[in-house]
């Protein structure tokens, strides 16, 4: 164990070079020595084209100039030089000395021995940084110094020791990712540390993020739209202009204190519960910037950037996901009052969240403060290279959703009915897809299942509360996301679809029937919970459904999936109660002819028969009781029948009294 004021120790072990030059070899042990002399001597040009007869024959050097070598003594030198510099001026250059306070996501900075902000960073990358700040904090233009500042902010995020090598990097020589590729702070075993000054060919330098503000600014200034014609996206000067415009004001601060007044259209971003600490991330960048504006601006002023107020779930500082939820519907309300009533509020959301309980909270926020979805269009929320989408599972789609305040109270509809039309939509908006209305390139499943869903929440929101189920109770936003999510799975998979009638299946039935079908004993935790990211279903319900239960080898790393045999006992008590006489005499399909779900799902009533089957039990007096679902135990039957060989036998007891047996019949008795 490292004492607490200790970190693991590093050692630098290569380089990654650069020439602007053609091809051309040269013999290891030259440029060995050529980048020897330009450590020890002058530096080679940060941008060198160097002709082929400048450079000694021997290695083949490729064709982007990119290439590695070892880390030498004239480096070390050069690194301990750095290190004693730092040492001797560090008490006159400004650099934050603040603790790292506690919090969630800080926490593990704290676990990995970083007590301080400052120890986020090597002391040759402290001695250029600070030395930066320094020279910027003198520059007497307030405008331009804030431009130098946002440029300075950008190259911290890649001048620290939490970047890494991204190997598959094309345009650039670095090929580095900075600290908050992943929205975290992830201390890395091995990481990767470029100049912080730099050129066009390094990422995140000075140079690059200079010319990024100054690009902004001229966007600024003079606007742009990208267009689409003949085939082509090109960029036109807008009509509209940034600066200057009438009745748009920016506000950096949270929706929930919004300025009482009258708004056509609000923008604004929600939070994403815990899995983004913004507030304690953000100190990375505040606690040097700080040190610049703390006299000028009052909200620069304390040590940390703000928190008490930020919408999150956060335990260190007693915020709950209750709490948040709450929080969140003050805020989208404090809209609804500014909102004219023609007006829009429009946010992204991005679906990364495998059980989509968090998307579901923000909806029901939403919708519960008086908004509607009056569209939802996607747009692409992640870059190639960034972290989220190494698991090709993930979503790479953000939604944009449109609202409107809903003025009067929506029509009474059935579900059954909406359930047609949701079915109708998502059939249509894939095919919009497959016919390349977001492009050529065919999108993954997981992007298509959300932007369908998205689709069909836009028809379920304009009438929330005051749809219903067959008992006439209302539908809940979690039972629709699952009832929508199964319609568009059904649509999207393409490997052994389901028989037509099992489109009705209830969400909890479909995911056994998906997932679960062919599993005689365990199912890994993650191959299952990767399955349910698309049917807004989570293992916890299915456990509660009795269908799985938490398995006994590999650490907990698996679910014992349950056999119709062991679930035969408790399906029998849950049924042992008659069905209601009003049930009984209530119409056998409702009025988009579906038939009639009561208290028991497809699964169960599948694993009840198949279980009777199996002990030598009668299956004929629950099919006369569910006579009306025939058509789907049928259908699921004959189904299963080719899923499970060990089924076989008992399925072929079972389909011939289904068939051929009449199943409402009266007894003399009656």
Not at 317 to 324: A, L, M, N
Not at 363 to 374: D, K, R, S, Y
Not at 504 to 514: E, F, I, K, N
Not at 601 to 607: A, E, I, Q
Request: proline fraction near 6%; hydrophobic fraction near 35%.
């Amino acid at each position: 164990m490292l004492p607490q004021n200790c970190r693991l120790p590093i050692r630098p072990y290569a380089l990654q070079a650069y020439l602007q030059t053609q091809t051309v070899e040269l013999s290891k042990q030259r440029q060995s020595d050529l980048f020897e002399k330009s450590s020890a001597g002058k530096p080679l040009d940060l941008n060198p084209v160097l002709h082929e007869s400048q450079l000694p024959a021997g290695l083949l050097l490729p064709k982007n100039g990119k290439f590695f070598t070892r880390f030498a003594s004239s480096d070390r030198a050069r690194l301990m030089e750095a290190e004693n510099l730092w040492e001797e001026h560090k008490d006159r250059l400004p650099y934050p000395k603040s603790k790292i306070p506690p919090g969630d996501e800080v926490a593990r900075l704290v676990q990995h021995h970083y007590n301080y902000w400052h120890e986020m960073f090597l002391p040759r990358q402290l001695l250029a940084l600070s030395t930066l700040l320094g020279v910027i904090m003198k520059e007497s233009d307030e405008t331009l110094q804030e431009m130098l500042l946002s440029a300075f902010s950008g190259a911290l995020q890649n001048s620290n020791t939490f970047c890494r090598f991204n190997s598959s990097a094309k345009k650039w020589a670095t090929g580095i990712e900075g600290i908050f590729a992943r929205h975290d702070f992830q201390p890395k075993t091995t990481f990767c540390e470029q100049t912080l000054w730099g050129n066009r060919q390094g990422r995140g330098t000075v140079e690059n993020c200079k010319e990024a503000v100054v690009e902004g600014k001229s966007f600024c200034l003079e606007p742009q739209d990208t267009c689409f014609s003949g085939g082509k996206y090109a960029t036109k000067k807008s009509e509209e202009n940034i600066v200057g415009s009438d009745g748009v004001e920016l506000f950096g601060q949270d929706a929930s204190s919004l300025p009482q007044r009258s708004y056509t259209l609000i923008v604004t971003d929600p939070p994403y519960v815990g899995n983004v600490n913004y507030a304690e991330l953000a100190d990375f960048f505040y606690v040097w910037l700080r040190l610049a504006l703390k006299d000028r601006y009052p909200h620069f002023a304390p040590e940390y950037s703000p928190k008490a107020e930020e919408i999150v779930e956060n335990r260190t500082r007693g915020k709950s996901i209750q709490s948040f939820y709450e929080d969140l519907a003050k805020a989208f309300s404090r809209v609804h009052d500014g909102l004219s009533d023609n007006g829009l509020l429009v946010f992204t959301f991005h679906h990364t969240d495998q059980e989509g309980t968090i998307w579901e909270g923000l909806l029901n926020a939403l919708c519960e403060t008086g908004f509607e979805i009056a569209a939802v269009y996607p747009i692409h929320g992640e870059s190639e290279s960034s972290l989220h989408l190494m698991d090709k599972e993930n979503v790479s789609y953000d939604l944009i959703h449109v609202c409107r305040k809903r003025t009067a109270d929506p029509q009474t509809r059935s579900w059954a009915g909406i359930r047609q039309e949701i079915r109708r939509r998502a059939r249509d908006e894939l095919k919009a897809i497959e016919d390349g209305r977001y492009g050529k390139e065919p999108l993954p499943p997981p992007d298509v299942r959300l932007i369908c869903i998205g689709k069909c929440l836009e028809l379920f929101s304009a009438h929330y509360r005051r749809v219903v189920d067959h008992r006439d109770q209302p539908v809940s936003m979690h039972g629709a996301l699952q009832d929508i999510g199964t319609i568009v799975d059904q649509l999207v998979t393409r490997d052994r679809p389901f028989p037509p009638e099992l489109e009705g299946t209830d969400a909890v039935s479909y995911a056994w029937l998906r997932l679960l079908r062919k599993t005689q004993r365990e199912i890994q935790v993650d191959e299952l919970n990767k399955g349910l990211r698309a049917m807004q279903v989570t293992a916890e319900e299915l456990k509660q459904a009795g269908l799985i239960i938490r398995g006994r080898t590999g650490r907990g790393r698996t679910y014992e999936v349950k056999q119709p045999h062991e679930r035969l006992n408790p399906l029998l008590e849950k049924l042992k109660t008659p069905m209601p006489a009003a049930f009984q005499r209530r119409l056998l399909f409702d009025e988009a002819g579906e038939p009639v779900i009561y208290d028991i799902s497809l699964v169960d009533l599948v694993h009840l028969l198949v279980g009777l089957a199996k002990a030598g039990e009668s299956v004929s007096p629950w099919l006369q009781r569910f006579s009306q679902r025939r058509p789907q135990v049928r259908a699921a039957l004959r189904f299963l029948r080719n899923e499970r060989p060990d089924w076989v036998e008992t399925i072929d007891r079972i389909l011939p009294i289904i068939e051929g047996a009449p199943l409402l019949r009266t007894t003399e008795k009656n």
